[in-house]
Every structure is written in structure tokens, then in C-alpha cells.
Nanobody, 126 residues
């Protein structure tokens, strides 16, 4: 049974930093992603990372401020978030593709993912 468990969310002032963690159990995946859902808005892709080669992908809104990484030994994916601003507020979700999936179409789109964590709240205040 695949499970994704996020942690590390919280409240921070603008300009601050947080690091989110997602522990994956039950399978290993070719890539993993982080998504977020701002209040009153749809969920959006934030970052993704491949398990081979550690290729990374970022949305334009977080590029240069967020860093995604994967610790294969711990089967854990991280999202280091720096220079946070109010627009980064939302529920952050870890996501994994279907077991055995090999090719991604767009790693920042929900359609590339099957498994989701429960989400962790990030609140940035001005």
C-alpha cells in the first residue's frame, strides 16, 4: 500500500524559510512532485524531481526560491522554500505517479500523478 506523509508546514513571516518533507512508503517512483492549493484557488504544480539523474522542474512562480530534492535511501522528497511571500500560502501536497510509470508527460500537471499525501498547511504573513 502506497502512503505519502508530509510534514514541515507552519506559519512564517514573509522573507522566511520552511522545509517540507514527504516520506513515501510502499513503492519507489521514477519521479515525485510537490503541488499547492492557495485559498480559493485550484491546485497547482510547484516542483518535481526524477529519481534517476535528479532532474528538477519548477513553476515560474517559485523558480530560484524553492529547491526540491530526493533522498533515495530514505525514500523521502523535500521542498526547501526560501524567500517566502504571502502568495506562497496554501496547502502543500506531495504526489507520486502510478506504480511502474516510466514516462512523464508534464511533471507539474496533476494528470501525471496517482498518489497524494494528506497535505500540510503553509501560511506566510506580511
Amino acid at each position: 500500500q502506497v502512503q505519502l506523509v508530509e510534514s514541515g508546514g507552519g506559519s512564517v513571516q514573509a522573507g522566511g524559510s520552511l522545509r517540507l518533507s514527504c516520506v513515501i512508503s510502499g513503492a519507489k517512483f521514477k519521479w515525485m512532485g510537490w503541488f499547492r492549493q492557495p485559498p480559493g484557488k485550484e491546485r497547482e504544480g510547484v516542483a518535481a524531481v526524477t529519481s534517476v539523474g535528479s532532474l528538477t522542474y519548477y513553476s515560474d512562480s517559485v523558480k530560484g526560491r524553492f529547491t526540491i530534492s530526493l533522498d533515495a535511501a530514505k525514500n523521502t522528497v523535500y521542498l526547501q522554500m526560501n524567500s517566502l511571500n504571502v502568495e506562497d500560502t496554501g496547502v502543500y501536497y506531495c504526489a507520486a505517479p502510478n506504480v511502474g510509470a516510466y514516462y512523464m508527460v508534464d511533471p507539474l500537471q496533476e494528470s501525471d500523478y496517482k498518489f497524494w499525501g494528506q497535505g500540510t498547511q503553509v501560511t506566510v504573513s506580511s
